[in-house]
Structure formats: C-alpha cells, structure tokens
C-alpha cells in the first residue's frame, strides 16, 4: 500500500510542479497516467483485501488504508482543480467520461482474457483425454495380441 501511495505523491509532485512551472497541465500527461494507476492499483488492493476471507496476507491496518485512500482522494480533488482552472473548458468533465469508457474497456479485456484461458483449459482437457483414450486403445491392443504367445 505504501508503494502505491509514494507512486502516486510522487506523479503528483511532477504535475504540480510542471502546473505551476508552465501553467499547461497537458505537460504533465504521463504524470496524470502514473498517478491514475497508482489510484487504481491502490484501490484495487484495498478492495481485494475487503473481499477477501482471509485478509491482505501484508497485514496493513485499516487506519492505514484509510488515510492512504484519503490523501489520494485529496490530490485528486487538487488534480480536478488544475483540470478546471488550468485546462479547457470541460476538460475535468471529459477527464471523467474517458475514465469511465477506459474503465469498462478494461472490465471488458480482462473477461476475454479470462474466457481465452477458459477455452484453452477445456481444449487441454480434450486434447489429454485424447491421447489418453488413444494410448489405452494402444496399449489394450498390444497387450491382446502379444500376451497370449
């Protein structure tokens, strides 16, 4: 957790600076990128560990993802800011849209991905089976014609 958060401080210490260097927020887009997966990467640790039976095997305190999620709530809110006041008009409208279109697009590659896995799984299955079948009918016709010489 703690290496998520400094990923994101630190993305947001180049955005800030590069805001208040230049006053184009679009100079900082691969800082913007850095600090959106270190968010989402430390919300998906939190939701793992809230979804799972056993707890985060890493044994962080609840306290501590709180103020973790908290301050990157934080920044994000100071990030919607510099997008309202040092970018285009709708620019933080826009930012939220794609988002959400990147988000679902995400969702979407992750269940092909897994029903790839899915197929190959089941193919592997048959093809086994196969050659198992294949080796017994093999092996029952040896044992047939040469056990009985």
């Known amino acids: 957790m703690l290496a998520e958060l400094s990923a994101a401080n630190a993305a947001f210490a180049v955005i800030k600076t590069?805001?208040?260097?230049?006053?184009d927020l679009l100079?900082?887009?691969?800082?913007?990128?850095?600090?959106?997966n270190a968010k989402d990467s430390?919300?998906?640790?939190a939701n793992k560990k809230k979804n799972s039976l056993f707890g985060d095997p890493n044994k962080t305190s609840d306290i501590e993802e709180?103020?973790?999620?908290?301050?990157?709530?934080e920044r994000e809110e100071e990030l919607k800011q510099y997008m309202i006041y040092c970018g285009r008009p709708g620019l933080w409208n826009d930012w939220?849209?794609?988002q959400v279109d990147a988000?679902?697009?995400?969702?979407?590659?992750?269940?092909?991905?897994?029903?790839?896995?899915?197929?190959?799984?089941?193919?592997?299955?048959?093809?086994?089976?196969?050659?198992?079948a294949s080796s017994l009918f093999i092996w029952f016709i040896y044992m047939f014609k040469f056990a009985g010489n």
Do not use: M, P
């Open 42 to 45: 430390l919300h998906q640790r």
């Open 66 to 73: 709180f103020i973790a999620l908290e301050q990157i709530r």
């Open 18 to 23: 590069a805001v208040q260097n230049s006053g």
């Open 96 to 98: 939220i849209k794609f």
């Open 27 to 36: 100079k900082a887009g691969k800082a913007i990128a850095d600090f959106v």
């Open 103 to 132: 988000r679902v697009e995400r969702q979407r590659q992750k269940k092909l991905a897994e029903e790839r896995r899915e197929e190959i799984l089941v193919w592997a299955t048959i093809i086994g089976a196969v050659i198992l």
